[in-house]
């Protein structure tokens, strides 16, 4: 069973910073893209930021450039989310997934975890 658990969300004041894991249980996704994505209330799952199976590729959304920085550690099957200067309009359930079936940045990962959840206070 594939299994991708987040964690390291929670409560931070705006202009704080926050690390994400996300590490992979089940089989190895070492040779595949791996992506974050995050839902506010009310809203849809939108892309954040991603990166290729061997971390020479990085993507983001406009909306986190220069603030966050994705990164991987394969021999440990996981991957980080390293957000700082965190903004109140962050918040949200942050979702790591893998192995993405056209393009990193598209919508249709293979596997996704269950979220941790980011609180961002003014």
């Known amino acids: 069973q594939v299994l991708l658990v987040e964690s390291g969300g929670g409560l931070v004041q705006a202009g704080g910073s926050l690390r994400l894991s996300c590490v992979a249980s089940?089989?190895?996704?070492?040779?595949?893209?791996r992506g974050w994505f995050r839902q506010a209330p009310g809203k849809e799952r939108e892309f954040v930021a991603a990166?290729?199976?061997?971390?020479?590729?990085?993507y983001y959304a406009d909306s986190v450039k220069g603030r966050f920085t994705i990164s991987r550690d394969n021999r440990k099957n996981t991957v980080y989310l390293q957000m700082n200067s965190l903004k109140p309009e962050d918040t949200g359930a942050y979702y790591c997934?893998?192995?993405?079936?056209?393009?990193?940045?598209?919508?249709?990962?293979?596997?996704w975890g269950l979220g941790t959840q980011v609180t961002v206070s003014s």
């Open positions: 997934a893998a192995d993405p079936t056209t393009s990193p940045i598209s919508y249709d990962y293979t596997s």
């Open positions: 089940g089989r190895t996704f070492s040779t595949v893209a």
């Open positions: 990166i290729s199976w061997n971390g020479g590729n990085t």
